[in-house]
């Protein structure tokens, strides 16, 4: 149950717990979990993913608090989506602030909000790539590997200076 929904994004959605991964970097696609895929664009576009998951974060936070204070029917919202009851008694039973309950809404829904977190993310990588802002991850492995050859002929030819 796969739908591709745009061509701009090219992202593929499912209802399965997996998502599938579409990475331009390699010619293979592989099933991974949200969280895995969470981890793999830390690891490949951490510099990319901090600020566009900051900025996400905040706006999570921000909904969740005035949602809470206009007094929307957060109870009814969660219990449409069939939340289990045991968290639904406790949020309803609970005598905490605002900040509390915003809180426990941002736990709540840390998969979508990871969700939207990679696709954001995903799109920004796609649009800096584009303009020529930033490198592929091949290319960022080149330069690495070309900056680590430099660095060994530097250092052998400073052990064959100290020798002579």
Request: aromatic letters at 12%; a positive charge.
């Amino acid at each position: 149950n796969t739908i591709q929904y745009s061509n701009f994004f090219k992202t593929n959605y499912s209802t399965k717990s997996e998502l599938p991964i579409n990475d331009s970097d390699n010619s293979n696609v592989k099933n991974v979990s949200l969280f895995q895929k969470m981890k793999q664009l830390t690891k490949n576009y951490w510099n990319v993913l901090l600020p566009v998951h900051i900025a996400t974060s905040l706006c999570w936070v921000s909904m969740f608090y005035i949602a809470i204070k206009y007094g929307i029917d957060i109870i009814g919202i969660l219990k449409s989506l069939h939340l289990n009851d045991k968290y639904l008694d406790a949020l309803r039973n609970s005598n905490v602030g605002d900040w509390a309950l915003t809180y426990a809404l941002y736990k709540i829904f840390t998969p979508i909000r990871y969700t939207v977190t990679i696709g954001m993310t995903t799109a920004c990588v796609r649009y800096l790539k584009n303009i020529g802002y930033l490198k592929s991850v091949k290319n960022m492995e080149h330069d690495v590997c070309t900056f680590s050859t430099k660095n060994t002929s530097i250092s052998t030819r400073e052990n064959r200076i100290n020798k002579n």
